[in-house]
């Protein structure tokens, strides 16, 4: 059973940081690709980052800079470092397993960054 559970989410001031962390299971994670998105309220999930098996990065504009995504294989995580928070990074944080694979969520955890 596939399996992602994001953890580390919480409550900051902006210029602040937080390190979210995406613990997987089910699948052969290593070759995986694994992104976050994130959904602010009344608003669409959007993309924020992904990592490939081969351990290439993309980042949403908004992003680029202030996070970094980074996996460890030998514990199946991913990891995203968010660094210069900014309030308009407020929203519930999703780990996913991105194409080629079957496309699989996390619950979700909370980010919120206040002034």
């Known amino acids: 059973q596939v399996q992602l559970v994001e953890s580390g989410g919480g409550l900051v001031q902006a210029g602040g940081s937080l390190r979210l962390s995406c613990a997987t299971s089910?699948?052969?994670?290593?070759?995986?690709?694994i992104g976050w998105y994130r959904q602010a309220p009344g608003r669409q999930r959007e993309f924020v980052a992904r990592?490939?098996?081969?351990?290439?990065?993309n980042y949403a504009d908004s992003v680029k800079g202030r996070f970094t995504i980074s996996r460890d294989n030998t514990k199946n995580t991913v990891t995203l470092q968010m660094n210069s928070l900014k309030v308009e990074d407020t929203a519930v944080y999703y780990c996913?397993?991105?194409?080629?694979?079957?496309?699989?969520w996390g619950q979700g955890t909370q980010v919120t960054v206040s002034p």
């Open positions: 089910g699948f052969t994670f290593s070759i995986a690709v």
């Open positions: 990592i490939s098996s081969d351990g290439t990065t």
């Open positions: 996913g397993r991105l194409p080629p694979g079957g496309i699989a």
